[in-house]
């Protein structure tokens, strides 16, 4: 696409909140809860403000930088560093074919607890109904369906008219339902015991291993690694904008959203006694049965399930961006041919992950079903190995001066150090530890 046809933002907020969108996920919401509770609270939140705003945030604007200088799609942009890291992009596009189908599935299961959790009764037992509901043949992969077709409507209708308009609506309702919520969790009985625990920091818990569950959240709450941040800078027309004017809200508001998390989601696992550390069940699980015994329960449960549903759209039309960018840029294709046919991959591979939990629950890869595989494979290896390149490409062969992300040279040295040493380093003893190699 030549520059001059070159789609583009309306606003700078426009591309702050769209970019805000892409970080603010299942993974600040659902994600970030349960890891704290794993990692022993307030001592693992302490390493996870510190890792967001060194190396998550130097990942972003370095990301961002690239796609605003470049103007195209992750390829090209790898390829104006050195044409021999073209392949980079292309692993970005195959990381989003990858987390996609997914991270969409879930985002069908959320759609149906929207649509069922008014007619959830007390008496219904959670674990089993949402055993069976994923495991069922028909209904999550319509959910699904509907999710995956829905997402790519926003895309087909462009960067101005589809993903920033979305976002410009998605992202206040959530913060004002997001604020809601948590209000409302404040007020039951013995809510204090959560955010004491959320808070207090306990560095006898501190090992090794929390400083690298702390590092891989972040890399997968702002959503770096796979040229999103790229693909969204290169529609920023206006060249006085600053990287860091228009990142710096992204991380701000990144951690805003898991520290709510963390303040709705503690406060009444602790109000109700449920194990606090009840991992991944607990947002189709232990949450819905609380919401279910409260008054208006339902109706906060409701809420609670529109928010996570806003909140991972936003983060799936990202994904989706990545992939049409690349189709429109490289392949010529128009968007709308790009929308269709990158839909029609995801919603056949999403199929077979769907049925992963019931029909084809015996075909396993590595021991694992197809969506722990998919999991694995996109948290594990291909996220941290898309910013690790990031990290050579940016601080090692792109000769110095050339990506200037900060006015303030002691800033611009820090960011240099980061991405040189300190984020490749972390990098790697996360892929082996993903690797259980350490
Ligand atoms: N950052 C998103 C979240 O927190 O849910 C998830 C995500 C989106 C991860 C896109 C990776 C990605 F490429």
Known sequence: MTETTRASWGSKLG???AAAGSAVGLG?????????AQNGGGSFLVIYLLCSFTIGLTLVFAEAALGMKVKSDPTDAFGWIHPKLKFIGGLCVFTSMIILPYYSLVGGWILAYVVKIFSMSSATDFGTAFSDFAASPVEPLIFFYVYLVGSAVVVYFGIQNGIEKFSKIMMPILFILLLVLT???LMLDRAWEGVKFFFRPDFSKLTGETLMNAMGQVFFSVSVGMGIYITYGSYVKDDTVTVSQLMRPVIVLDVLVSLLAGLMIFPAVFSFNVPVNAGPSLIFITLPQ??????FGRFFGFLFFVILLGAAATSSISLFEVAVTFMCDQMKMTRQKAVVGFSAVCLFVGTFVSLSFGKLSGFKIGGKILFDQ??????????PLGGLLTCIAVGWILKSGRLIVFKNGIMQKGFEICIK?????FIVLILLKGLELI
């Open 374 to 383: 998919f999991d694995f494979l996109a948290s594990n290896i291909l996220l």
């Open 290 to 295: 609380i919401f279910v015994s409260i008054p």
């Open 421 to 425: 040493w300190i984020a490749p380093v």
């Open 28 to 36: 600040n919401l659902w994600r970030f809860p349960f890891c704290t």
């Open 183 to 185: 209000g409302r969790v």
């Open 15 to 17: 591309v702050m909140l």
